[in-house]
T-cell receptor, first 117, second 109 residues
């Protein structure tokens, strides 16, 4: 199947700094990628839909100035957590839909665990 | 809003069958999915079923869909210790995909 890779897998940062997480589709082009946040014992929460060449579409309640998304190419989307706070500590996962796959089939990255001290 | 619900925990003995259940509320769902998440890893698509089907079998996995009751289940035959993970069901309607909270499957030797 298609491969989606995230980097870094783990990151620890100080409160107030910014952290960038990359999501790459390794063997296909993805015009659309999705960013999720996973809370303990809770479901994945869709944060935003990243569209290549245009602005991301954010879900209600997600601060666009806090979570900056850039989809600069067909294989790369980045999520930047700006001015991180301890409550931003979480597992962030991206996904992408590969062309030609069953409608709606998503391939997920390995996830990035962010810890804000 | 629309919800996808799963029980949080399931424990079985190695070699037994596991059945993980999921209910959803969106009757317009087109596809329903089962994902597996191993510790520290992302989600791996296990299988999916189109909403006009009622059963799909793939090796040890059997998916049953009762569209009338909006109930989805995943049966794992001959469960192995390597099957221990969190299993998420998900539904999609257009581009809106919703996940359950995940069922943690523990397989005891």
């Amino acid at each position: 199947g298609a491969v989606v890779s995230q980097h870094p897998s783990r990151v620890i940062c100080k409160s107030g700094t910014s952290v960038k997480i990359e999501c790459r589709s390794l063997d296909f082009q993805a015009t659309t990628m999705f960013w999720y946040r996973q809370f303990p014992k809770k479901s994945l929460m869709l944060m935003a839909t990243s569209n290549e060449g245009s602005k991301a579409t954010y879900e209600q309640g997600v601060e666009k100035d806090k979570f900056l998304i850039n989809h600069a190419s067909l294989t790369l989307s980045t999520l930047t957590v700006t001015s991180a706070h301890p409550e931003d500590s979480s597992f962030y996962i991206c996904s992408a839909r590969a062309p030609g796959e069953a409608a709606g089939e998503l391939f997920f990255g390995e996830g990035s665990r962010l810890t804000v001290l | 809003g629309e919800d996808v619900e799963q029980s949080l925990f399931l424990s079985v003995r190695e070699g037994d069958s596991s059945v993980i259940n999921c209910t959803y509320t969106d009757s317009s769902s087109t596809y329903l999915y089962w994902y597996k998440q191993e510790p520290g890893a992302g989600l791996q698509l296990l299988t999916y079923i189109f909403s006009n089907m009622d059963m799909k079998q793939d090796q040890r996995l059997t998916v049953l869909l009762n569209k009338k009751d909006k109930h989805l289940s995943l049966r794992i035959a001959d469960t192995q210790t390597g099957d221990s993970a969190i299993y998420f069901c998900a539904e999609i309607n257009n581009n809106d995909m919703r996940f359950g909270a995940g069922t943690r499957l523990t397989v005891k030797p």
